[in-house]
């Protein structure tokens, strides 16, 4: 083989059967790889009771085409990606890899509830790279760390649509407690990634109220970390009201049983993403509405190919194994001569046998 026809092969070789992500990923060709292979190790190999937890170094040397790209001064070949490996100690057979994304990991930003808002929880995904945003509100008392009150005096002179916020650091993360101005009150958030600006993705937005009875109204754009909640806070409620809208497994599936009601939660929510993924690829305007959906996805249920051939096949052995009629053996006779006797004697209402 010449070395052209090689790397026209090379340069056509895929390692993964996914099409790219819709965010940035810059490891998203070769996540399957290092799935499959732990996944596989894990399905084939059993370490012994001895592990050793390494790190291991795949030598490349330009960091601008590499994700993840790593200096480690200590290590035979300081320069490429790092992996966070486990051997076996006796065989000494490798069985497991983590690649350190650094830097280059993809950003998740996670929309909390009021109910979630606790700083040292945001601290800590900070810290696994993960950013976020909570609402906050006092039920009792305001939450750790975030003077509301304070908070509420400040922006009790500013405009409706004007916003603020105050920086904090714990355990060497900083933070953000963003407030935004309400015609009625002041709606505060904490987050560990945003900024006061509101880019060409922000929505606009207009509030309408009375200022001593005079009417007033005014538009502006929500800044990202707002954009972001009012954007993304109602997944989980539009997958819960559409998994409870009727006919639904819950409340059709009536049981006794505990376990079968789990079984029937993660049922109706496999349902329910089935028919999100559609409506995602297709458009909301080509898709059919939940019901007909759940019409079509209960006859293909009961026309299932794999239960119509094990019905099928339920149904011979049955047949095969059915009771068939024979003669009677001569000693029945004399009970059909009795029963034929007794139907011919209507009027007697009962008979005694008499030795």
Known sequence: MSKRRFNLIMRELRLTGSLPPRFADKFWQVRELIKSFNSHMASIFVSS???????SMSIWFNRWTCPGWVYCPRKPH???NEYHTACCGESGIMFAVEMVEGKDRPRKYVILDSGFCVLKAIIE???RGIYSCALIK???FWPTGVPGEAMDSHMDAKDVG????VQGCLDGVTYNLLATKEP?????MMATSGSLMADESCRTTSRHWLDNGVEKTKEFSYTLPFDHHFRYRHAVDDHNNLRHSLPSW????VTQRWELRVLAFVIAVCEVNAYLAIRFTEGKTSMPTLLNFRRKYGWQLIMNDDLVEDTVEHYQL????AHTLCRAPPHARVLEIVIGFATQCRGISSMHVVD
């Open 162 to 165: 004007d916003v603020d916020a």
């Open 49 to 55: 009771w001895a592990i050793c937890l390494d790190e």
């Open 78 to 80: 300081p320069f490429g």
């Open 125 to 127: 995904l900070k810290k």
């Open 318 to 321: 049955t047949l095969e194994g």
């Open 184 to 188: 009625d009150y002041t709606m505060k």
């Open 250 to 253: 819950e409340d059709t599936w």
């Open 138 to 140: 006092k039920r009792r």
